[in-house]
């Protein structure tokens, strides 16, 4: 079995993203004596601006931002709490954090939130600035985290109606330079109170998988038990997929190349951008325990078109047709396979068409199948018939 694993598998629970070892220092409104890290600008619904105050009881959101440092990686995390210091926060409301973190590199995000869009932009002094627009979301918590295997209690310490905070780091922990720069980009968003990142592949089923936790009920006590349901979203940079994954064309791929299985009663949505060369995969309505997400890849090659065979002489043939879409994975050629009725067999291949047929037996007629090629596995096969020499 053949896995392909990023250079590392992070278990992201909750208030235990970054590792307890890393020392932390505050983050604060940027003016002109204040260097980055720092907040740029903080709103509510596009009009209302917020700055940070953690003196509780004062008619204003609670924000927090801290960094934290350690061995090459910087971690960068905010949260917003309501004006009583609880994550409480109604979740219509739309909060949009923007956060310079100077000349470091803000490569990948993590957030907990939903309706989540995270831009990068690299404009101000050379600076790069992090905007997080974002909606709270609602969330059950313990506040141990869940377990290192990734299963939690059965009810959880905390149920937060309106939850809501981010985190960007540099990559520092990749000791690979094309894993780090392959990963650029890579956001990450769940309702969970513990995930794993990035997802695997196995690459002989062609399956993603994530694993994600979540106390079953909602309810900290009593005799009610709620199920929990959350969320998760997914943005894979087109060089993540290629070189992680070895999706050798991911600008082909489709919502029809995805399908997904092992979510309990999920929904899930994939969208490709190939402007931004991104590939967005959201997955709604999950209820807990624990889950093992599979994101099912057909990235085979889709079938080829309008097949002509014709007879060039006794013993060949030669078979016409339109290329076969690539989806997910190139097109690395086609290849043909022709039987008669007394089970005769002559084969043939070629990189594009036409595809020539050798050791046809003359007058003999035979049913031709033609298929693409790819990384990912052969496309579905289409027939036509090559009539006799």
Known sequence: MRVFLASILLGLCAFAFAPAA???TPIVDCDETTGPPCFVSITKNGTTPLEQNPI???GVEVITGLTFVGSGTRYWQFSIQDEHGDYALNTSDTYEIVLDVGTANPAETFTRGKTVVVDRDLSVHNHHMVTFTMNPVRVAYSFNGCHANGTCDPRPDVLAPGYLEGWVDNLGFVTDPADEAAMQGWDLTASTDWISSPPTLNFDTHTFFV????????????PACTPFVGSVEMTFPFAMLSHLYDVDDPASLGPTAFSFGGIGAGTATVTVNDAGHTVHVEITDLTFSK??????GNMRP????????????????????DPAQSRGSKVRGYKATCKSGSGLVATGSADASPLKVTGLSPGVKYECKVWAKSRFGDGAKRGVDMPRG
């Open 302 to 321: 889709g079938r080829v078109k309008n097949l002509e065979a014709i007879r060039v002489s006794g013993n060949a043939g030669k078979i016409k047709f």
């Open 22 to 24: 890393l020392a932390d």
């Open 211 to 222: 694993d994600v936790a979540n106390s079953h009920c909602e309810e900290p006590t009593g």
């Open 56 to 58: 509780l009881d004062t």
């Open 291 to 296: 889950h093992r997400l599979k994101i099912v």
